[in-house]
Nanobody
Framework: VQLQASGGGLVQEGGSLRLSCAAS????????LGWFRQAPGKEREFVAG????????QYSDSVKGRFTISKDNAKNTVALQMNSLKSEDTAVYFC????????????????????WGQGTQVTVSS
């Protein structure tokens, strides 16, 4: 499956952004999705993930309560709603997919994901 992320930009602290990732190729309902981010000089880190059947979600502690991941199998999209943004959220955000044999599993390790989008820059100014 091919992924195309969009929606990044510049926002002030406390503001909101909505990232979207459109998928094409194999049936989207066979995949679990995740959002990761990478700040300059840092490793890529897990942000949020959603299971194949979209019933289960998981978030990193740093974004829990502020970010929401959602998956639309009919539209082949996964979104990340980001509220109450902080300067430390500044990073390049990547969407990723993994073929999921099990319906309810959320994977947090980046090496478990087979397909990656090109990344979209999010900059939060203080």
């Amino acid at each position: 499956v091919q992924l195309q992320a969009s929606g990044g930009g510049l926002v002030q602290e406390g503001g909101s952004l909505r990232l979207s990732c459109a998928a094409s190729g194999r049936p989207f309902n066979q995949y679990a999705l995740g959002w990761f981010r990478q700040a300059p000089g840092k490793e890529r880190e897990f942000v949020a993930g959603i299971s194949r059947n979209y019933y289960n979600t998981q978030y990193s502690d740093s974004v829990k309560g502020r970010f929401t991941i959602s998956k639309d199998n009919a539209k082949n999209t996964v979104a990340l709603q980001m509220n109450s943004l902080k300067s430390e959220d500044t990073a390049v955000y990547f969407c990723a997919s993994r073929y999921a044999r099990l319906m309810g599993i959320v994977e947090v390790r980046p090496d478990e994901y087979q397909n990656w989008g090109q990344g979209t820059q999010v900059t939060v100014s203080s």
